[in-house]
């Protein structure tokens, strides 16, 4: 069996990873940060599905626990696996925050600087050890990456350090055939940043081409798409995941 990590795979987009690249044969070792039980309740839907997943804790925004993280990997894929290798990576983690540039502090900025660029660097780093040959890794932007937002600009500038980094990533990697790629949602339906409220979710569905916001699944699907060999000559790409998003 291949085995991935899914950072922050206890709700949302992650959760919808876990279960979809499960359903393609994956075990999978998701991460948690503040509610283990949503993590509970992901591997028993997992398990319930007829596949294999543990819930480890990890905060991204730490980077001097992610040597201990990489022991507590091992011990799992060797526990509950047998095995001593990594078939994937999806760095999809993170937290969202509304405050417009004029007021945004620093101990915002280096926060989310931390999660969502510090953090997928150095997990990827961590991890490259434990890669086996032809490994997949996928990270997480945002399509604020491509339209300005107000409110949200150190998130997407970091989001877009993230898109950038992959093309790095998958250049260097790549002599050990490890593909890495990007997917960059647009606005989906989770609780990131405290969920939509039915009026911007209005105005969101208004400026999408197919009329509707996203859903974790429909995240989630593409995501085990380029995990798994279906997506085996993509690489170094931003995918957006967005139903035609001010296009
Ligand atoms: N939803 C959207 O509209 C949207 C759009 C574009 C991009 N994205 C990106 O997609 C990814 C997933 O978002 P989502 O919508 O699924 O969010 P979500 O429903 O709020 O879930 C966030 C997940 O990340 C975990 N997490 C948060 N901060 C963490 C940290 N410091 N360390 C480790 N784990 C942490 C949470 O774990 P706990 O609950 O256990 O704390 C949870 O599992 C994020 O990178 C987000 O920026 C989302």
């Known amino acids: ?36 039980d949503a993590a509970a ?28 993280f ?13 095995q001593t290798r990594l078939h994937g990576l999806v760095n999809n983690a993170g937290y969202g925050l509304y405050n417009l540039m004029e007021s945004v502090t620093e101990e915002q900025f280096d926060g989310l600087m931390k999660v969502h660029l510090k953090g997928p660097f150095f997990l990827t780093q961590a991890l490259l050890p434990l890669f086996a040959e032809g490994a997949s890794i996928v990270n997480l932007t945002s399509a604020t990456t491509r339209v300005a937002t107000a409110g949200v600009a ?7 350090g993230l898109e950038v980094l992959t093309r790095y990533m ?5 002599a050990r055939r490890i593909r890495v790629n990007a997917v960059s949602p647009g606005a989906i339906r989770t609780e990131l940043g405290g969920g939509l409220t039915p009026e911007f979710e209005t105005m969101l569905a208004a400026q999408t081409a197919l009329g509707r916001v ?16 279906d997506g085996g000559w993509i690489n170094a790409q931003t995918i957006e995941v967005a139903g035609g998003y001010n296009v």
């Open 170 to 174: 998958a250049k260097e990697f790549g």
């Open 70 to 82: 990489r022991e507590a990997v091992l011990q799992a894929l060797q526990s509950v696996w047998g």
């Open 214 to 229: 996203g859903e974790a699944d429909d995240v989630g699907r593409v995501i085990a798409t380029l995990i798994s060999d």
């Open 41 to 68: 309740a992901t591997v028993r839907a997992v398990e319930a599905a007829g596949g294999q997943a543990v819930a480890l804790r990890l905060d991204v925004g730490d980077a001097a626990s992610f040597r201990a």
């Open 154 to 160: 150190p998130y997407a500038a970091f989001k877009g």
């Open 1 to 36: 069996m291949k085995i991935i990590v899914i950072t922050g795979g206890s709700r949302g987009i992650g959760a919808s990873a876990a279960l979809q690249c499960a359903a393609r044969g994956f075990g999978v070792i998701l991460t948690y940060k503040d509610n283990p």
